[in-house]
């Protein structure tokens, strides 16, 4: 063997026998950091980390929130004693890999009184807010959380009826506590706000209600969509540099559910002072709860007010619905023959003025040349609905089998103590239904909707 190639084996074997140097582990803290203004609660399960402040005036008194009780079937000691929740997670999707890392708390609380303003206590909000300094922590988080809800018999949220609390109780599935949880009673305003505010909103977005209903502008907030990248820098480097702005998020959020809530109250118990479309969601609102008297109130309202921003079709024909429904069958005729003869979509005031006319007055010729009337104009209509039609050919089926039988002598002249006007013979739509009444039904008309 030359020295060349003992030269080329020394190096060969000195190839092998080398190791690569181990990397540097990067620090890693013995103990997660505590944001600012935080700190450590002891609970069974480990430390808490908690942010608490208590808002003077925040908080208003909640013993007279009956129209919301009686609206969403709460009982009233259930609203005595609310709890505003919001969270905030490592991710937006939900599902089981999304961890809420801070969960804001909130609820009535007297305070003392600022100094020099007398003794006793003035009505707050006492704002607590856990947050998950790292995700081992996450047992202790929710125990707290749990601790908290058992005092309030009413669990107040936006949107949370679909996403923070199915969240919260999968994480307590996880990590086997969901027998430490109370089960309060639930509000989800989402709900209500887009039954009132939809039809005039771009989205019911709390930060878009908070402007536009609650005239609440946020300034320099961190987008939702920001929060779970800022918490990860949190996690990876302790530095609370932009934590301090998802706090306030929450924050506000919590502090804005305690206002909306004394808002939605205004709006169940009076609505006069809504814009005209908002008025009409309220008394669909009202009428779909099975608050009738309420609701016919206010179509009543929106009825005489005429406005452009509502059709008065729409409004005619829930008023007399309700009409008819309260046994104020006069009213309601009135309401739909002027919806038939004005409206440019008369078809459906048409079904159920037929249907007024058949079963109310017991006027089975006028019923049955109304729905004659309203399938010819619906034949030359340049925009017909094939589900008016036939609701509209099986009327006249069903008209034309009974006319025989109620044409055989009886008493002739009265029905129900209704007179039987023969049909004035004028043009145009409207002609083959009676509109003069008898002094009866002239003064139920003239009464108050």
């Not at 006793?120 to 909000?125: A, E, T, V």
């Not at 009135?334 to 079904?351: D, F, G, N």
């Amino acid at each position: 063997m030359t020295g060349a190639d003992l030269a080329t084996l020394r190096a060969r074997l000195a190839s092998l026998e080398a190791r690569p140097a181990p990397r540097a582990r990067p620090q890693t803290r013995s103990q997660p950091g505590l944001p600012p203004d935080c700190r450590w609660e002891e609970t069974p399960h480990g430390q808490v980390a908690l942010r608490e402040e208590w808002v003077p005036g925040a908080g208003d008194d909640l013993a007279e929130l009956t129209a919301l009780a009686s609206c969403m079937g709460l009982a009233q000691s259930d609203l005595d004693r609310p709890v505003y929740l919001d969270t905030e997670t490592t991710g937006l999707s939900g599902g089981t890999g999304t961890v809420p890392f801070l969960v804001g708390l909130a609820w009535p609380e007297d305070g003392p009184l600022p100094a020099g303003r007398g003794r006793g206590g003035c009505r707050g909000l006492r704002i607590v807010q856990y947050f998950l300094c790292d995700l081992g922590q996450e047992r202790p988080l929710l125990w707290s959380v749990g601790q908290r809800l058992r005092g309030h018999s009413l669990l107040v949220t936006y949107n949370g009826r679909t996403f923070d609390w199915p969240l919260l109780q999968a994480r307590l599935v996880m990590t086997r506590q969901q027998s430490e949880w109370p089960a309060p009673a639930h509000l989800d305003l989402l709900h209500l706000v887009r039954r009132i505010f939809r039809p005039r909103l771009p989205d019911c977005t709390l930060r878009t209600v908070e402007a536009a209903i609650l005239a609440i502008e946020r300034t320099e907030d961190v987008p939702g969509a920001l929060i779970p990248g800022r918490y990860f820098a949190w996690l990876r480097s302790g530095v609370p540099a932009g934590l301090d702005a998802v706090f306030q998020h929450n924050r506000q959020d919590v502090a804005s559910l305690a206002v909306l809530l004394q808002v939605m109250e205004r709006v169940l118990r009076d609505g006069r002072w809504l814009r005209p479309v908002d008025r009409f969601s309220r008394a669909r609102f009202l009428e779909a709860r099975g608050l009738w008297t309420e609701a016919l109130e206010e179509y009543g309202e929106l009825w005489r007010m005429r406005t452009d921003a509502i059709p008065p079709g729409a409004v005619g024909l829930r008023l007399a619905r309700l009409l008819r429904r309260a046994g104020r069958w006069r009213q309601a005729r009135v309401v739909l023959e002027e919806c038939w003869a004005t409206q440019s979509y008369p078809y459906p005031a048409a079904i159920e003025l037929a249907k007024l006319l058949e079963h109310e007055v017991r006027d089975l010729p006028a019923a049955r040349r109304l729905v004659g009337e309203a399938l010819a104009l619906l034949a030359v209509a340049l925009v017909g609905d094939e589900r008016w039609r036939r609701d509209l050919e099986r009327r006249r089926a069903r008209l034309d089998q009974r006319l025989p039988r109620w044409a055989r002598p009886r008493c002739p002249s009265l029905v129900d103590g209704c007179e039987l006007v023969p049909p004035p013979g004028g043009e145009g739509r409207g002609g083959g239904v009676s509109t003069t009444m008898s002094p009866l039904l002239a003064e139920g008309a003239g009464g108050q909707f």
